[in-house]
């Protein structure tokens, strides 16, 4: 059965807004695992324009799963995670501009940076995960980087605007979890998933954990975060 870990950095971000102390992160982390939540994520920025880094410490000595820290594959944040030791460190593209992560992970292209990076947290006994588009090529570079699992981008079948397109886009899924899998990764999914759209992807199988941030904290805002966090674990378990 595929777990569910709950990406809270859209609580941080409400936080920012007014620059003040709440909503406080490391609360909305122990609602979410006691409401069944498998795993707590988080992106530590660059631009810290959420996520800081207090935050990170304190998760570390507060989450009772798994903590997975998404981040960029540079020396400053290398250094953080080997510093706090997450559970898990998802390597992600960045860029300052992009509201949010526009796509996956080039690592056929930076094969050898990447696997300096894989190569460096997983000494530490950190487990490492790449974000990567469910692109053939891209499976197969990260599997040559040593990574242990790789997190599949979603976000083209969740913006897809017909059931053809949707169904596209999981034919490119499907194929790319078959191909992790027959290489011995681990693979995980997440970007743009929801209350809506979360059955389709799960019925697949060969997921082992779907992150989820922003759909959980938007209906979180009207029905709260415990009945959210339920909700969504209720979809992954019976789809």
Same mark, same amino acid.
């Given at each position: 059965m595929a777990r569910l870990g709950v990406n809270i950095d859209h609580i941080a971000t409400i936080r920012q807004a007014r620059g003040g102390s709440e909503p406080d992160p490391v609360a909305a982390a122990a609602i979410a695992e006691l409401a069944g939540a498998d795993g707590i994520t988080i992106h530590l920025r660059e631009d810290r324009r959420h996520i800081q880094d207090r935050d990170l410490k304190l998760l570390r000595q507060t989450v009772q799963s798994r903590l997975n820290l998404e981040m960029a594959a540079s020396e400053e944040m290398i250094g953080i995670a080997l510093s706090v030791m997450p559970d898990c460190c998802t390597l992600v593209p960045e860029k300052r501009q992009e509201l949010t992560t526009e796509g996956g992970l080039d690592v056929r292209l930076n *094969?050898?940076? +990447?696997?300096? %990076?894989? =190569?460096? *947290?997983?000494? %530490?006994? @950190? @487990?490492?995960? *790449?974000? +990567?588009?469910?692109?053939?090529?891209?499976?197969? %570079?990260?599997?040559?980087?040593?990574?242990?699992?790789? =997190? *599949?981008?979603?976000g083209a079948f969740a913006e897809a605007k017909s059931w053809k397109g949707q169904r596209e886009e999981l034919d490119k899924i499907e194929n790319a979890i078959r191909l992790a899998t027959k290489l011995e990764l681990g693979v995980n999914a997440g970007h743009g998933l929801n209350y809506l759209n979360i059955k389709k992807v799960a019925s697949l199988g060969g997921i082992e954990e779907f992150n989820i941030g922003h759909s959980i904290i938007s209906r979180a805002v009207l029905v709260g975060l415990d009945r959210a966090v339920r909700d969504m674990v209720e979809l992954i378990q019976y789809a």
């Open positions: *094969l050898t940076s +990447i696997s300096q %990076a894989v =190569e460096r *947290l997983q000494d %530490a006994g @950190i @487990i490492v995960s *790449l974000f +990567i588009d469910p692109d053939s090529a891209q499976v197969k %570079a990260a599997h040559k980087s040593g990574a242990d699992y790789v =997190e *599949l981008h979603t």
